[in-house]
């Protein structure tokens, strides 16, 4: 028998949400430790419904020695004890679920933390073991295996080898508190297989995958010059020595039969940074369901910038025949009203404009913050307003920018160390938040937060914009409120404008997003105003500001 029309939405929820990510360890702490925890997020639960959310994604919350901010796991199947435990997972978990909000977890399969007890086993017992197999060993190189066995780089700086102190070494392609693991072992596959039954029996309804195209790796001999494994652009018909091969879909149909033991099915979406002609596979019905597209997210304020990213999603959506992502920042990049609020350069994205200018302590080059956080709320129009889901990361609603000016000493991503000064790191982003306008940690805990907050969080809290509805927390309540009765199906057409500032798209029933990139008023088409980033005078749609229209345009 056919799924009826609430069989098929119930199953298929996600491909068209919107999905609020929780870094757990900065939202909202109940015990005064200075990190948020699990019943942290249980508290914040009429907030999120106030949002009208209709997922949260839980950056990771297993126990760890947070060497790289929770992704260095001990753990799977566990609750960091610092954060809660099993019994507050499922407090927040029905919490959620009561209020209508599906859960995500996060889930890391590229590598453990050095302290998980799997990767302890494979130190003490020595090369050639059954434990070592789960990890990738090597032997070293020169008489006593002195040398690391090639010199590979890790993706955090520095070499991607560590010594064992036995003659051999273990590869991390991150921190060195990060060994990869074996995906050619079929004991981590039926582990993993296991972690994911442990979860979704507990409630949850999906997983964001860490570094889904990292797992497969050739690490056969003779190894390939550092020089030829760094232009991973080079590749894209998955002959890559280290990201995106083809057998990790054949993990990934491994866990789509897990996630289909389950009603409705459990879903996944991919972290692959991949290119965009490879995306598909990791969004196949077949795989996980859903893959990131991190193109808006580092797409400039141009027009072109974000038309290229949208028509790049678009396509992705028909090739995979699932639906694409949009999200314009999350736990790993500068905020967006930061790289909004700082000047273009031709010879960077701004992506690493914001990295440079983090390396100036957020001085040079001069950022205003008004265009930025102006910019930004046109933005969130236009990824609310396309077919697909969008991710939304914590603080955004809120406005928030970069803190760039965090001392040396209070910082803790390792990027920051590694880079050898190259890269300030994310820290920035994970500040924890502003839910008042007082307070020793304005209203995130009963005690200072981890890292300092500045004193300019103040005017940005949740409390203060609550009661604004003009405030950019009122915007993302509307809007979200508002695309929840319109619209949002599959349809979508582009309208071309005589303006190279403009961005013009229609979808079903007449409902229209017009973007002005540019520092002039433009004339909105004929129709019903819905709602504007920026106050709209008479006919005329001002600079930096997007509108959705109600009604036939003109066009």
Known sequence: MPDTPTDAAARDWWKNAVVYQIYPRSFADTDGDGIGNISGITSRVPYLAQLGIDAVWLSPFYPSALADGGYDVDDYRDVDPRLGTLDDF?????????????VIVDIVPNHTSDRHEWFRAALAAGPGSPERQRYIFRDGLGPDGELPPNDWESGFGGPAWEPAGDGQWYFHHFAKEQPDLNWDNDEVREDFLKTLRFWSDRGVDGF???????????????????TEVAAVDQHTDGSHPLWDRDAVHEIYAEWRRVFDEYDPPRFAVAEACVHPSRRARYASAKGLGQAFNFEMQDAGWRSPDFRKAIDSGLAQTRESGSTTTWLLGCHDSPRAATRYGLPADPRRTAVQVAHQWLLTDGTEPALDRALGERRARAAVLISLALPGSTYVYQGDELGLHEVGDLPLEVLEDPIATRSGGREKGRDGCRVPLPWTADGPSFGFGPGPARPPQPAWFARHAAALQAADPDSTLGLYRRAIHLRATLNTGADFTWIETDSADVLHFRRADQWHCIANFGSEPVALPAGELVISSAPVEGELLPGNATAWLRGRSRS
């Open 208 to 226: 964001r995958v860490d570094v889904a195209h990292g797992l497969v790796k050739d690490m056969s001999e003779p190894f390939a010059p550092w």
């Open 90 to 102: 499922d407090t927040m978990v029905e919490a959620l679920h009561g209020a209508g909000i599906k």
